[in-house]
């Protein structure tokens, strides 16, 4: 029986967060993947791949592309704004690789599924950049978000991030124990059939696997750590 909203891209972090829900925690979550216009969407098929290995239903994946032009600033979206390398953010306190307020988007929309399901918590893989960052992905951000769904009169939904203070490298280490296949996850924002190693959660990723003392199994064009 469902017990929790899990929001799942398809990334390192998220496919984490779910097995360790799962394995760890011993929750049942129901899955939450958003397409919100993005470039690719190699990453939806792997969060597609997870929940389905560790039974977690229902999956739904919500379709925002309509609405699209509201997150057209991000380079992740506009097909006016290149895909950045690693060096053009680092010392950003708003990359180009940024998408207007989209956790809040996301997390508002789970909150809700939340209430129609019954349950009251919501979770998320934010985690700690070392090399960049976002300001929806802080531990400030997430006391604050609580902050305003704790005013809900008859369901509070609590948002949880088991990872905000972990780097890439603590998720990994974390993942390992749990037995993660990071072969079947997705980083790289250009998605290609090969991650590109050169933007900045691919430089992130592969740093995190450098720290760890393995490689990493997804194929690369370039591995730039």
């Known amino acids: 029986m469902v017990d929790c909203i899990a929001i799942v891209s398809g990334g390192m972090d998220s496919v984490t967060l779910l097995h360790y829900l799962v394995k760890t925690q011993k929750r049942s979550p ?12 190699r ?46 953010v680092q010392g950003d306190p ?23 399901l019954g349950v009251a918590d919501v979770f998320y893989g934010a985690q700690r ?11 400030e951000f997430l006391e604050r978000v609580n902050s305003v ?12 991030a088991p990872f905000v203070d972990y780097s890439k490298a603590d998720i990994l280490r974390t993942g390992l124990t749990l037995g993660v296949d ?12 090969a991650a590109c190693g050169e933007c900045p959660t691919c430089a992130e990723r592969l740093a995190a696997f450098k720290e760890v003392g393995i490689e990493d199994p997804l194929p690369y064009v370039r591995r730039s750590t």
């Open 43 to 88: 990453e939806v098929q792997f969060a597609q791949h997870n929940a389905d290995l560790l039974g977690c239903q229902p999956h739904q994946i919500i379709d925002l592309s309509p609405f699209k032009s509201i997150f057209d600033a991000s380079a992740l979206v506009s097909d006016h704004i290149a895909i950045p390398q690693m060096a053009a």
């Open 30 to 41: 129901a899955v939450l993947t958003f397409l919100y216009g993005q470039k690719h969407a």
């Open 94 to 116: 708003q990359p180009a690789t940024y998408v207007p307020n989209r956790n809040m988007i996301f997390l508002s929309l789970a909150a809700a599924y939340a209430e129609t």
């Open 182 to 193: 990071y072969s079947t996850t997705w980083s790289c924002y250009r998605g290609q059939d």
């Open 129 to 139: 950049h070392d090399m960049y960052g976002y300001w929806d992905t802080t531990a």
């Open 149 to 160: 769904f704790a005013l809900n009169r008859k369901t509070p939904v609590r948002i949880a």
